[in-house]
């Protein structure tokens, strides 16, 4: 089991930035895949974006955000990130990580085991 805590969130202006971050504990994070998820008020958690375990070419971003919202990894840290540019108000939600002992597990949900308690992020317009 991995111990996951997500930071970075907060309130912003449609247009602007924010970068989330997902720091792991526990367990070597290299041998973990991980996605972002987020959850509007309402609404059903959904796939944000999501990053195999060796990083590099193999991640994935919803329709939703692409072009906007990228998804670095640093092994060496523990940590892997979502940038998130180019924010809308639609994007407003509580932003989950959660890790998967897969290589990869893009936006199957049911593979990820192991999840964080979430941060907000607050678009305005």
């Known amino acids: 089991q991995v111990q996951l805590v997500e930071s970075g969130g907060g309130l912003v202006q449609a247009g602007g930035s924010l970068r989330l971050s997902c720091a792991a504990s526990g367990h070597v994070f290299s041998g973990y895949a991980v996605g972002w998820f987020r959850q509007a008020p309402g609404k059903e958690r959904e796939f944000v974006a999501a990053i195999s375990w060796s990083g590099g070419s193999t991640y994935a971003v919803a329709d939703s955000v692409k072009g906007r919202f990228t998804i670095p990894r640093d092994n060496a840290k523990n940590t892997v990130y979502l940038q998130m540019n180019s924010l809308k108000p639609e994007d407003t939600a509580v932003y989950h990580c959660?890790?998967?002992?897969?290589?990869?597990?893009?936006?199957?949900?049911?593979?990820?085991?192991?999840w964080g308690q979430g941060t907000q992020v607050t678009v305005s317009s």
């Open positions: 959660a890790a998967a002992r897969t290589w990869y597990s893009g936006s199957q949900l049911h593979e990820y085991t192991d």
